[in-house]
């Protein structure tokens, strides 16, 4: 047998080649991806685009694919009006900044404005991506806790800017998570205080209950002042990749320097804007998944568990005395939820009425012995 077909590639182990020092010994990112019967750990939404959607959506990859030898529109200048014409308060295309799902939008940002010397500030327990955000983009990372209850207040963000003195101000509501709000007005007065650029992530908007009491209101008064959102969660769109932000045109232009050519395909851009033509459908069951989130949020507190009060699709609960045990449990009764968070709390997101009830009926059996919960 000859070297070729013998051996792929040369024998090297990932510890002899010069991989940056910051990056020795990290794990990539993700949640665990197994097959079981319910999934409930990655907030995604349970219900698919439906039929009428899917065939338009395969109408429009076909069209793409008619011209799949040419580059996409590299500034996705459709799909950015469709957006702005979605979220409404007086935007256009020239406020919206779209690409490879919130992710990496937030990785334009720091490319943009973060990076060697300078600081982004968040506020703990957040979105565990957001370190690795900073990291892969050379930015100092960070943090001040936040109150007891998991919520934000002015004087508590104004007080860590202060002291942190960051270029980057990273505010998440919903909160990843915890699932509780900042309100728009908390947003508003921390804009008045602050000189800094002011990210909000509100990529859980549209399951809060009032979505549209958001922090785009505010975007007309504040030019430092950035508003990031998926399409993943409420849209059902979590394989299609989109994620954007509204922001001053000043704002876009600065994602527009650092964005690799061509990042966004033509398939993914006429996905996307098929989702948005048919949003009404698209959005119909978000208000069910929020009843559902609210209604799990309940039977957990008469279950005797310690829930934070969640405005978006998923609730963090515990506290147990084991948590990656009662997480293995769960998993092996074939319900797969989110082992994340703060010390002794899990996470689940709302699923379908059939996954709700396999969550309980998971989970009873184990909160009905003593010692499993910390009192």
């Given at each position: 047998?000859?070297?070729?077909?013998?051996?792929?590639?040369p024998?090297i182990?990932l510890a002899?080649?010069?991989l940056?020092?910051?990056?020795?010994?990290?794990?990539p990112y993700?949640a665990p991806?197994?097959?079981?019967?319910?999934r409930l750990n990655?907030?995604e939404n349970?219900?698919?685009?439906?039929?009428?959607a899917?065939?338009?959506?395969a109408?429009?990859v076909?069209?793409?694919a008619?011209?799949?030898?040419?580059y996409?529109?590299r500034?996705?200048?459709?799909?950015r009006?469709?957006?702005?014409?979605?979220l409404?308060?007086?935007?256009d295309?020239?406020?919206?900044w779209?690409?490879?799902?919130?992710?990496?939008?937030?990785t334009?940002?720091?490319?943009?404005?973060g990076?060697?010397g300078?600081?982004?500030?968040s506020?703990?327990?957040?979105?565990?991506?957001y370190?690795?955000y900073?990291?892969?983009?050379?930015?100092?990372y960070v943090?001040?806790p936040?109150r007891?209850d998991?919520?934000l207040?002015?004087?508590?963000?104004t007080?860590?800017?202060?002291?942190?003195?960051?270029?980057?101000l990273?505010?998440?509501?919903?909160n990843n998570?915890?699932g509780?709000l900042t309100?728009v007005k908390?947003?508003e007065?921390v804009c008045?205080?602050v000189?800094?650029?002011v990210v909000?992530d509100?990529?859980?908007?549209e399951?809060?209950?009032?979505?549209?009491d958001?922090?785009?209101?505010?975007l007309?008064r504040f030019?430092?002042?950035?508003?990031?959102?998926?399409?993943?969660?409420?849209f059902?769109?979590?394989g299609?990749r989109?994620?954007?932000?509204a922001a001053?045109?000043?704002v876009?232009?600065?994602c527009?320097?650092?964005?690799?050519p061509y990042?966004?395909?033509?398939?993914?851009?006429a996905?996307?804007?098929?989702?948005l033509a048919h949003?009404?459908?698209?959005l119909?069951?978000?208000?069910?998944?929020?009843?559902?989130?609210?209604?799990?949020?309940?039977?957990?507190?008469?279950?005797?568990l310690?829930?934070v009060p969640?405005?978006s699709n998923?609730?963090l609960?515990g506290?147990?005395?084991?948590?990656?045990?009662?997480?293995?449990?769960i998993?092996?009764?074939?319900?797969?939820?989110?082992e994340?968070?703060?010390e002794?709390?899990?996470?689940?997101?709302?699923g379908?009425?059939d996954?709700?009830?396999?969550?309980?009926?998971?989970?009873?059996p184990i909160?009905?012995?003593?010692g499993?919960l910390v009192?």
């Amino acid at each position: 047998m000859s070297r070729t077909a013998r051996t792929p590639g040369p024998g090297i182990s990932l510890a002899e080649l010069p991989l940056r020092p910051e990056l020795v010994g990290a794990e990539p990112y993700g949640a665990p991806q197994l097959d079981v019967p319910v999934r409930l750990n990655t907030n995604e939404n349970p219900y698919p685009p439906s039929a009428r959607a899917r065939a338009h959506m395969a109408r429009e990859v076909e069209r793409a694919a008619g011209s799949i030898n040419r580059y996409p529109d590299r500034e996705a200048l459709a799909l950015r009006a469709d957006l702005a014409a979605y979220l409404g308060f007086g935007l256009d295309s020239s406020n919206i900044w779209v690409a490879n799902g919130s992710n990496e939008v937030m990785t334009h940002i720091l490319q943009a404005f973060g990076g060697p010397g300078r600081t982004v500030l968040s506020f703990t327990p957040t979105y565990s991506m957001y370190p690795e955000y900073a990291r892969n983009t050379h930015t100092r990372y960070v943090t001040a806790p936040r109150r007891e209850d998991h919520t934000l207040d002015a004087e508590l963000v104004t007080a860590a800017v202060a002291e942190h003195r960051p270029d980057v101000l990273l505010i998440t509501t919903p909160n990843n998570p915890t699932g509780t709000l900042t309100p728009v007005k908390v947003i508003e007065e921390v804009c008045e205080r602050v000189d800094c650029l002011v990210v909000v992530d509100e990529a859980y908007q549209e399951f809060t209950e009032v979505p549209e009491d958001s922090s785009l209101a505010l975007l007309a008064r504040f030019g430092r002042l950035i508003v990031t959102r998926t399409m993943s969660k409420a849209f059902a769109l979590a394989g299609g990749r989109v994620g954007y932000l509204a922001a001053a045109p000043a704002v876009v232009d600065a994602c527009r320097i650092v964005r690799l050519p061509y990042h966004m395909s033509a398939q993914t851009q006429a996905i996307a804007r098929v989702a948005l033509a048919h949003r009404g459908e698209m959005l119909a069951q978000v208000q069910a998944l929020r009843e559902e989130c609210q209604g799990m949020q309940e039977w957990m507190r008469r279950a005797g568990l310690e829930v934070v009060p969640s405005q978006s699709n998923f609730i963090l609960f515990g506290r147990f005395a084991d948590r990656h045990g009662v997480w293995q449990e769960i998993l092996d009764a074939g319900v797969l939820v989110r082992e994340v968070g703060p010390e002794g709390f899990l996470r689940l997101n709302a699923g379908t009425p059939d996954e709700m009830r396999a969550f309980r009926e998971a989970i009873g059996p184990i909160l009905a012995r003593p010692g499993v919960l910390v009192r």
